[in-house]
Every structure is written in structure tokens, then in C-alpha cells.
């Protein structure tokens, strides 16, 4: 019996090593693959200690070996065509007649038209893997948008073909996906839970030194660009950023992405310290509906909306500038069904109370389309509310008004000279249909009208709370004894854009 078992040992052992010996490599790869995995979880749980201790320099070591297997190179090409400019023919020709230099295109000859010539652009971003079971990084849309092919480059060397990339404009996000392979992903954290002065690291490919990683503070929170026209509110932090890090994390010292490198603010175009992020609470729902839908359905409010100053506020009878004010209200839209109006003052949206109007356009994109919600705002001074039935935002969601900046102004102490418009000077200033008010013709420059922003052009149409139709009633409503102080008024451009103003007299 033992003679016998040693046989059969002797056995599995043989077929153990033909089996080794067949398939060694992938084995290898298997089993170096779940050691990494194993040693990944081991720090993870190693990290969790540390987060609760004083010491940065382990904290800072141990959160960059959790992150770093998750973080990826993400390489684009795109092939642009452009039209030969004679000059460059004409100046080799003069020097080298009809032989081109070695690499550079020959001459099309006298008389020969220009042809298009096809070049490879090629671009690197950054990426963190975020689910490695399926295979899904994220990136920026700025990195991968409009590129023929992209690659992702693992930490390991090996790089992959993206099957496919799902991409939102409005926020910067991308989602691609790569084929079933060995990834370690990273988590995503509360964004909303980090602090101004939280330590965090930025990890990525800057200028193309991949696996580069930075460390700093949150700077700030809620941070807009000039670039009105997305959704913004981004983590600022001085972790240094470069070009190569968009797309890569920002994390915290529980090895958590909080964040997705997106920008900086630079005069020389390198890290001055000013770097941007998109939280990652932002950054959850439109990942999933990348990933499930394919794109990114929004909520719908139909108003065009504004901040105010202190002035602007105290014309409207508030107590704070906290909130948003509705400049104008899309016909037929939610706002409009709803009763609200311009003028309007709104606070709060769904039992979230409304700092700005960068919050309040963030806060109704994320509601769910079809659902009812509360709407607290005030009017003339008094706080009221009704529930406004969210609908999916339009494809042309800039003519429809949500996310406006424009001006208009006044005349005389104001700075301002207007007249009645008529179809002519509608179409002189490039308006599709007339409008009734008083176009702007004159703004005196250093004046009221001009700092704030007026100019020739735009229509003004209410002058405090009274509708204008002509340059007589705009002159009898800012001559007016409670002009005195100032005047707040309605104004319109061309593009549609519609805000509202306060004009204090010029000095």
C-alpha cells in the first residue's frame, strides 16, 4: 500500500512539473500578480493605522504605495490635416530647386495647388484605475476627447488598447475602458468631507515622468474658472500639477481619490503652486451614468440666474447675498410652469440650502429628471416656496438660458445714453427679433454703466420694477426720487443672455 502511494505522489508531482513546465509563464504571472495584490491590501490595512497617528513622512509613504499601482499613463494619438502653405515650398525651393531635404515634402511645382498633409498629434494624460474587475480608468475629457487611438500604460510597463472612452464635456470627465487584465483600482472618497488645509497627494505622468508624485494642502474649496459655461466646483490645492497630470488623483491619507486633476493657473504655464481638481463627489454620478448610459442626463430648472452684490441685494429687500437670482425665466420651462419669475431670489433647491449661482446650477443638474421638488425663494422681500417638477436639461442648453453672463445700462449720472429700439437698431446690434426696451448707445468710459460691465448694444428692459418700452419712461424711471442712490435694471444681449444690475450714480 505505501509502494502504491508513493506512486501516485510520485505521480501528481510528475504532472504538477509537466503542467509548470507548459504553462510556467502564465503562472508566474498569476501568482506574482496575487502576491502584489495581497501586498496592496496588506498596506492598505497598514495605512489605516498610520491615518490615526501625527507622522507624515510613513503616512505619505505608505498612501503613494497603495495609489500608485492604480495610477496609469494615458497616451492619444489624432491624426489632423493641414494644408501646405506655399511659403515653406517657395523657401526651400529657393535653396535647394525642385530636390527636397532629406524628410521634407517635395515641391507641388508652379502653378500646383496646396495639398492637405496628414500629421499625428499625440497627447499624454493621466488616469486611475477605479474598477479593476471591469476594467474602467478614469481621465479627463481634455486628454482623450477627439483622439483616433489611446493607450494606457500600467505602472508594470505593459501597455493596453482602450477598448472604448465615454466622455463628459461639461465636467472634464472621461471614463475608457481596457480589456480583462491584472488591475489594482483605487477608491473613490467624500469629497464633501475634506477640509481647506487637508494634506493630500497628486499622483501622475507630468511632462511625462510617470508614477511623479506631489504632495500639499486643499487650498480652497468651490473654485470656478472663467469658463462659465460647465460645472465647476473644483478642489484647489498646491500639490504640484503639470502638464501630464490631467486626468490623475488627488488622495487622501487614507489612500482614497477625493479628486481628478484638471487644471492649473499659470503665467508661465508650469506649477505656480494653483492647481485644480474635480471632487469626487462630482465625479460619482457622472461615472455612473458613463458607464451604465453611455452619457450624462441632467436636471432642468428653465431660469437664467445670477448672483448679487450688496447693493443689487438691498434693491431686491434681502437680507444676504447668499442665493441666486432669477434673471430670466425660459417660456414653457419648469420655472415658468412652476409660477416663478424674474426677480425671484432663490435659497434653497430640494432641502439644500443655495449659496450662489454656481452651486444652484450644480445642485439642479444633479436632480433626478420627473421628480417634484421644493423651491424656497423671495419676492418682494417676503420668502415663499413652491415645487418645481425637474425635466431633462436640452441638448442647446446655452440658448435655452440656464447659465447666463451678460450686461446692460443707463444714461446721464449713470453713465449711460439710450434710445428706444426699433427694428433697425435691433438688427444693427445683431438681435434675431426687437426687442422692447432701449438699446444702449453710448457708455461713458470709468462710469457706473462701465464698471458694471454695461455695453453699447444691450437692451435695457425694467428699470427697478417698471418695464421700459421707451427712452422717455427709461429717463422718467432713473430720474425718479428713489433713483437717487442708484437704479437696478434688467438687461438683455443679443445672444439671449439676461441679468440683472445695480447703478449706483457715477462719481
Not at 126 to 138: E, H, Q, R
Request: proline share 5%; charged share 20%.
Amino acid at each position: 500500500m505505501k509502494a502504491i502511494n508513493r506512486w501516485l505522489s510520485a505521480g501528481v508531482l510528475v504532472a504538477v512539473v509537466a503542467y509548470a513546465a507548459i504553462d510556467g509563464p502564465r503562472i508566474a504571472t498569476r501568482i506574482a500578480f496575487a502576491v502584489t495584490q495581497g501586498q496592496n491590501q496588506a498596506a492598505r490595512e497598514h495605512l489605516a493605522t498610520l491615518a490615526k497617528g501625527d507622522t507624515l513622512s510613513p503616512l505619505f509613504v505608505e498612501v503613494a504605495k497603495v495609489l500608485r499601482p492604480a495610477v496609469v499613463e494615458v497616451r492619444v494619438t489624432k491624426k489632423v490635416k493641414m494644408q501646405e502653405t506655399p511659403d515653406i515650398n517657395q523657401f526651400f525651393q529657393h535653396f535647394f530647386g525642385d530636390e527636397a531635404p532629406f524628410g521634407l515634402p517635395q515641391s507641388p511645382g508652379k502653378g500646383a495647388k496646396p495639398q492637405p498633409r496628414e500629421y499625428l498629434q499625440r497627447g499624454l494624460g493621466s488616469g486611475v484605475v477605479i474598477d479593476a474587475k471591469n476594467g474602467y480608468i478614469l481621465t479627463n475629457y481634455h486628454v482623450v476627447g477627439g483622439a483616433d487611438e489611446t493607450q494606457v500604460v500600467l505602472p508594470d510597463g505593459r501597455t493596453l488598447k482602450v477598448e472604448w472612452a465615454r466622455t463628459d464635456p461639461m465636467t472634464d470627465l472621461a471614463i475608457v475602458k481596457v480589456g480583462p487584465t491584472d488591475l489594482i483600482e483605487a477608491p473613490l472618497g467624500d469629497s464633501d468631507a475634506m477640509q481647506v488645509g487637508d494634506c493630500v497627494l497628486a499622483i501622475g505622468a507630468p511632462e511625462g515622468l510617470e508614477q511623479t508624485v506631489t504632495a500639499g494642502i486643499i487650498s480652497a474649496k468651490g473654485r470656478v474658472t472663467d469658463h462659465a459655461k460647465t460645472y465647476q466646483s473644483f478642489i484647489q490645492t498646491d500639490a504640484a500639477i503639470n502638464h501630464g497630470n490631467s486626468g490623475g488623483p488627488l488622495v487622501n491619507t487614507k489612500g482614497e481619490v477625493i479628486g481628478i486633476n484638471t487644471a492649473i493657473v499659470s503665467e508661465s504655464g508650469g506649477n505656480e503652486g494653483i492647481g485644480f481638481a474635480i471632487p469626487s463627489n462630482m465625479v460619482k454620478s457622472v461615472m455612473t451614468q458613463l458607464i451604465e448610459k453611455g452619457k450624462v442626463t441632467r436636471g432642468y430648472l428653465g431660469v437664467a440666474i445670477q448672483g448679487v452684490d450688496e447693493k443689487l441685494a438691498k434693491s431686491f429687500h434681502l437680507s444676504s447675498t447668499k442665493g441666486a437670482l432669477i434673471a430670466s425665466v425660459t417660456p414653457d420651462g419648469p420655472a415658468a410652469k412652476a409660477g416663478l419669475k424674474s426677480g425671484d431670489f432663490i435659497v434653497s433647491v430640494a432641502g439644500k440650502p443655495v449659496e450662489n449661482s454656481n452651486e444652484l446650477r450644480n445642485l439642479v443638474a444633479g436632480l433626478e429628471v420627473g421628480k417634484s421638488v421644493p423651491v424656497e425663494f423671495y419676492r418682494d422681500g417676503k420668502k415663499t416656496s413652491v415645487s418645481v417638477t425637474i425635466e431633462t436639461q436640452p441638448a442647446n442648453m446655452f440658448a435655452a438660458g440656464e447659465m447666463p453672463e451678460g450686461g446692460e445700462t443707463t444714461a446721464g449720472k449713470f453713465g449711460l445714453q439710450v434710445q428706444t429700439v426699433t427694428k433697425e437698431l435691433a438688427q444693427q446690434y445683431g438681435y434675431k427679433t426687437t426687442p422692447k426696451g432701449v438699446v444702449i448707445t453710448q457708455v461713458t468710459p470709468g462710469s457706473s454703466a462701465d464698471s458694471q460691465g454695461l455695453k453699447e448694444g444691450m437692451v435695457i428692459t425694467q428699470v427697478q420694477d417698471k418695464d421700459i418700452d421707451t427712452a422717455e419712461q427709461f429717463k422718467e424711471a432713473v430720474s425718479a426720487k428713489e433713483a437717487a442712490e442708484g437704479v437696478r435694471l434688467r438687461v438683455t444681449d443679443p445672444s439671449g443672455m439676461t441679468r440683472f444690475v445695480f447703478l449706483p450714480p457715477s462719481k
